[in-house]
C-alpha cells in the first residue's frame, strides 16, 4: 500500500467529492419536484396524460442508467452541434460538458423511480382526509397544497433516505462521460501513478462516509416530523 | 430528424450485433443471477443458523456491498479477482493468463447481487411461521428434507418479489460491464453507434431491447408468483 500520492491528488479528490454532492442535490431536487406532478397525474390526470407519465417511469425503470446517459450524451450531443442557433446560444458552454447530460439523466432517472413511489403514496393517503378537506369547501389546488401533498410526502419520507443513497451510487457512472467526479478522480489518479487498488480503496471509504452522513441526516429529519401511531 | 429512413436501415444492417448483444446480456445476466442466489440462500442460511464469527463475516459482506456504488465494486472486484487469481496460480508456478471476459463478468456481478439475495432470501426465510418449521423438525424431518419439502415452498411466496426485484436490477446492472470492456449489449450498441455516427438511433434500440427483457420478465414473475401463492388465500 502506497498512499505517497495523496497530497498531490488531494484538490481532485476534494473537487471530485464537490462534483458527486452537485450531481446527487441537482438530480434530487429537481427529479422531486418533476416526481410530484408524474405521480399525481397518474392518480387524478386525464387518461392521456396517465399514460405518458405511466410510460415515462416504465421506460425509466426498465432500462439501465448507463444506456440513458450514453443515449443523452452521444445521441443529444452529437445532435446539437448541428444546430447553429443552439451553438451560438449562451446555453452552448453548458450543453457541451458531460456534466450536463449527467446531471440531465440522474435528473430523469430520479424522477422516474421517485414518480412510481408518490404515485402509491398519493393513493395512500386516506380517502376520508381528502373528502372532509373537500366538505370544508377548499378547492381541488387548496386540497393538494394543504392535505394531499403534506400527507403523501410524509408516507415517502422514510423510504427517501434508501432513495437518495441509491442515487448517491448510482453517480460514478458520471465518470464515464468525462466528469471527473470523486470515482472520475480514483480513475485519473490509476491512469497516472499506475496505483490500482490505494484509490478505489480510498473512494470506496470515502462513498461508505457519505453513505453514512445520509442515513444519519434522514433519521435526524425524520425524528423531527411529529407522528401519531 | 432523429428517425430519417436511412436509420432504419443502418438498425437492420447491424440487427445480428444488436441481438447478439442482448443475448449475452440475458446469458451474463442469467448465469450471474443463480450464482448470486446460490450465494444468497448460503448467506441466508448462515445469518440465520450460524455462529458468531460467521455471522459477522455474513453482516460485513452485506453492509459493505449495499452500501458501495455497483460501478466502483465492478471495477474494484474485476482488478482484485483476475490478479488475485494470477498471484495464486504464479506461486503455484503456472503461466498467469488472461481470464475469461464472460466468466469475471458473471462472478462480479454475481457476487455483488449476493449480498443484496441475502437480506432478500433471509427477510423470506424468517417470515415463515416458526411452528412450521418446529412441526417439520417434530416429524424427525432431516435438516436437507426439511429445507426441501417445508422452507423452501414456503418462504417463496415472500422471496419471489424481492428475487423479481433482484433480475431486473442485474438485467440493468449488466451494463456496468461495458466499464471494464465485456461486450454486452450497451458496448456492443456503442460500438455500432460509433461506427455508424447514428449514436440516437442505437442507443434507443438498445433501450428497446432492454425494455422489453424487463417487460417480458415482469411478465413471467407474476406468472411464477401466481403459482408459488397456489395455496394461500386470496387477500382482498
Known sequence: MDFSWFPH?????IYGIWLTLNL???????????????GLVQVTGPRWLKWIAAGFCTVIRG???LVQLWLLYYGLGSF?????????????????EGFFYAGLAFTLSFAGYEGAIMKGAFLSVPKGELEAARAFGMSPWTVLRRIWLPRAFRIVLPTLGGEVILQLKATPIAATVTVIELYGASYQIRQDTYRVYEPLLMVAIIYLALTYVITRAFNYIERQVPQRR | MFFAVTNWELLW???????SGALSTIEISFLAYLFGLTLGLGGAMGKITGGKYLKSVLEVYTTLIRSLPELLLIVMLYYLGTDTLNRILQGLGYEAMRINGFTAAVVVLGFVMG???TEVLR???QAIPVGQIEAAKAYGMS????FRRIILPAMLPYAIPGMSNLWLNITKDSALVAVVGYSELTLQTKQAAGTTKAYFTFFCAAALLYLIISLVSLRLFGELERYVRRGQPKLG
Open chain 2, 13 to 19: 444492417l447491424w440487427k445480428g450485433t444488436l441481438f
Open chain 2, 123 to 125: 427477510g423470506a426465510i
Open chain 2, 115 to 117: 449480498a443484496y439475495a
Open chain 2, 143 to 146: 435438516p436437507f428434507l426439511r
Open chain 1, 63 to 65: 432500462t439501465p442508467l
Open chain 1, 9 to 13: 491528488y488531494l484538490p481532485m479528490i
Open chain 1, 24 to 38: 446527487l442535490v441537482i438530480s434530487l431536487v429537481i427529479g422531486f419536484i418533476l416526481a410530484v406532478p408524474i
Open chain 1, 80 to 96: 446539437f452541434p448541428q444546430i447553429p442557433w443552439i451553438r451560438q446560444s449562451f446555453l452552448w458552454p453548458v450543453l457541451r
